[in-house]
């Protein structure tokens, strides 16, 4: 076949790349190369068509590094003001997260320092936050709100979480978590909270196209199913997707509900049954686990890891980065601790935040693997198999990151 000189616009070679696909699809010797941002050839060198130097703008030899796709952090809630250091100590010394929501800790504490930020001061801080997970190799991060808990904060989160897709090169997917906790305006009447978050705050935010997604809290400390019920119905009439904090204190049947809606994920899973396990593998659902809440909370309580296999249901892993439960931005580290808390192998954990983060942001089609036509998003790391980066735990050795074809500066 005639090549034209230059044909691409960059082509990494000398690489071991996990593609991702069927497992970690490890191509060693390989090279990929992008056009306009997109992956526009992948293979074994040998079967490079020309020499390197005369088919791309821009050649990058990795000496034998491993090439993977970007990572997506697919469960956040990154944009918040203030820190809850104090309730740590709390956690410490015995008390329950729940019962620290109860005496007006909790959700509630974040929500105040949230609501009297200004929008630029938290534009600062949250960036901060999400410049340190790119340095981990996380090309795509999904961001809930849900610390305003009225319009006006929801949506002054929701803006800041565009502007950090605006500013750094990262996709982000944000979502609505009116339904996070009930405001102390609204103490005793969630009912009418409800009515609010469907009739009015869903509506304004999918009008201004502020959120690609709803989620609820779904737990005896949030909302119950029937509230629940309603705002899924709210989320499908605004043609918003559906995603459900479920089961992580206590089986409350979310999974199940979600399910039915055809949520795009349920979250936390750890006191999952098999009936909701079932349910899941009904749907086109992925099972977010987010190992570091588990750990910060010194849970007992494991999530159906085998049932969940067993089902076939596919596993995404999150930082579910929050000042109450998960204070982390490291993906890498919840690579890590999904291994060894929730005994998945480190290619389960690869999958969790590449192929299964995707379809749980409902981008499977354009991230998370490698293959022609893909967006060019990937992490190149300093290791020469991808299991040394899960192994790693407390260094993240990333070695460049490439965001739509073009490297990131990360200077
Ligand atoms: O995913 N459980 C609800 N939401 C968060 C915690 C929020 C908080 O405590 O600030 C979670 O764990
Ligand atoms: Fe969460």
């Known amino acids: 076949m005639q090549m034209n000189a230059n044909q691409w ?13 069927a497992g970690y699809g490890l ?19 040998i079967e490079l068509p020309a020499s390197p130097s005369t088919l791309a703008k821009n050649v990058y030899d990795l000496a034998g590094k491993c090439l993977t796709p970007g990572l997506i ?116 009447d969630a009912e ?81 049954s098999e009936p909701g396990v079932k349910a899941i593998a009904q749907s086109n659902t992925v099972a ?10 010194q849970e007992k309580q494991l999530p159906p890891l085998a049932l969940l296999q067993e089902y076939g249901v596919p596993i995404a892993i999150a930082t579910d980065c929050n000042p109450g439960t998960s204070p982390t931005t490291s993906l890498v580290l919840m690579m890590n601790m999904a291994c060894t808390l929730f005994k998945m192998t480190p290619e389960q954990a690869w999958a969790g935040v590449t192929t299964h983060a995707a379809q749980a942001l409902g981008l499977a089609q354009t991230h998370g693997a490698l293959a022609l036509g893909m967006q060019a998003d990937f992490a190149i790391w300093d290791v020469a198999h991808p299991r040394d980066v899960v192994y790693q735990f407390g260094a993240a050795p990333l070695y460049s990151l490439v965001k739509h074809g073009k490297v990131v500066d990360m200077s």
């Open 288 to 297: 977010v686990l987010l190992p570091g809440a588990y750990y910060f909370l």
């Open 73 to 188: 952090d697919c469960h956040t809630h990154l944009v918040y003001a203030g820190n809850r250091a104090n309730e740590f100590e709390l956690l410490l010394q015995g008390q329950t997260y729940a019962a620290i929501a109860k005496s007006g800790g909790g959700i509630q504490a974040t929500v105040s320092a949230t609501r009297s930020i200004s929008e630029q001061d938290l534009f600062t801080v949250s960036l901060a936050r999400a410049q340190t997970m790119l340095a981990q190799g996380v090309t795509t991060i999904e961001i809930k709100s849900g610390y305003g808990l009225n319009l006006e904060t929801e949506l002054k989160i929701l803006r800041v979480a565009k502007r950090i897709g605006e500013v750094l090169p990262v996709t982000i997917k944000s979502t609505f978590l009116g339904a996070h906790s009930l405001p102390v305006e609204y103490k005793n």
């Open 9 to 21: 616009d960059s082509l990494w070679i000398n690489a071991c790349i996990a593609t991702m696909q």
């Open 27 to 45: 191509l060693p010797n390989a090279a990929i190369a992008c056009q306009n941002g997109q992956i526009a050839w992948l293979g074994p060198m």
């Open 192 to 272: 009418s909270y409800i009515d609010k978050v469907c009739n009015e705050m869903i509506p304004a935010i999918a009008a201004a196209g502020l959120a690609q997604a709803v989620d609820v809290f779904c737990e005896k400390i949030g909302f119950n199913l029937a509230q629940a019920k309603r705002v899924f119905q709210a989320a499908k009439a605004h043609g918003l997707s559906i995603k459900c904090h479920a089961e992580q204190l206590s089986d409350m049947g979310a999974s199940m509900l979600a399910s039915q809606y055809q949520a795009c994920s349920v979250d936390h899973l750890e006191f999952l």
